[in-house]
């Protein structure tokens, strides 16, 4: 069975940005939700398109199961969607040896940034860039999930996105 094990932080200020090594632009709505599972499906670039199950309560380990979809199913699905579509931008960063994802989002979420960095083990401790500020991982409201159900924006601790 396909793991997901990730650590998830606030970002602090921009200083990563000097290390992007790619960039996607990413819309992501969901179509299922519940306490410990989610379907959701993304379009990347606007050119192709995955669906996504997640399943576990565990904000640390989840498994997950990704499926390619064809671009215009991805579509209607993402106007069939409950909530709110998130719109952002995913960077791609190395740092000594790990590679992070940071979330810059958009719309509704503009000024949040979260960043990402997946692991092989739950042992791992992979060291924080000076950028990766207050761990978020266990923090629902900030799983993409949760920012789909409900206007977080109000609530939630924004970072500097530029």
Known sequence: MPTEIERKFLVT????RNAVISRSSLTQAYLMRGDDRSVRIRIENGESARLCVKVGASALVRAEFEYPVPLADAREMVA???GIVIEKTRHRVHFQGYLWEIDAYHGVYEGLTVAEVELESVDDHPPLP???GLEVTGDR??????L???DLSGEL???PSS
């Open 13 to 16: 200020d921009a200083s990563w």
């Open 80 to 82: 069939l969607a409950t």
């Open 130 to 132: 000076a950028w990766a």
């Open 141 to 146: 409201r900030y799983s993409n999930a949760n």
């Open 148 to 150: 789909s159900t409900a």
């Open 157 to 159: 601790r924004h970072g």
